[in-house]
């Protein structure tokens, strides 16, 4: 299932449980735990088997009860998506979460993917024509992303 970045990080985990449930769920009915990798699995693009376990329970306050936990894939930052840029322009005084929310579009990463950016260019990217590279790193608590990518930038 690919994930939709116009819908909240809790659609995108319903929507998956929803492919596989006979009741269809809303938000609010279900609580998700932060996921877990799931122990001797493959956390690269090159495999396509789940990656990484949650634990699902029921909300009783809208009628369901009980707690499951499940297996599921994680999408790696570094999947291919196709043509991705090898370098990424961005206006100069722009900050970290600018590059990435447009390295995001691009690789069709969810908007609100937590992540840490190695080096954190805490004091801006530099003048005009400056170059260099960020590693995003999902957070191990991110729901739908798991892994890391470096890109490449250029102040303009």
């Not at 809303?26 to 396509?48: E, H, I, M, R, W």
């Not at 291919?80 to 579009?105: C, D, H, K, R, W």
Request: no cysteine.
């Amino acid at each position: 299932m690919r994930i939709d970045a116009t819908k909240s990080v809790v659609q995108n985990l319903i929507d998956i449980v929803n492919a596989v449930s006979t009741r269809q769920f809303q938000p609010g009915d279900l609580f998700f735990s932060d996921p877990a990798v799931k122990a001797g699995s493959n956390q690269t693009y090159q495999s396509t088997a789940p990656n990484s376990t949650i634990v699902i329970s029921g909300v009783t306050e809208r009628g369901y009860s009980g707690t499951v936990t499940r297996d599921y894939r994680r999408v790696p930052l570094d999947a291919p998506v196709g043509g991705a840029l090898p370098e990424y322009t961005i206006p100069q005084g722009s900050n970290m979460a600018a590059l990435f929310a447009i390295v995001a579009a691009d690789l069709k990463w969810h908007p609100a993917t937590t992540y840490t950016a190695t080096p954190a260019y805490t004091s801006g990217f530099g003048a005009t024509g400056a170059t260099g590279t960020v590693t995003f790193t999902a957070e191990s608590t991110d729901r739908l992303h798991i892994g890391s990518k470096q890109i490449n930038f250029r102040v303009s």
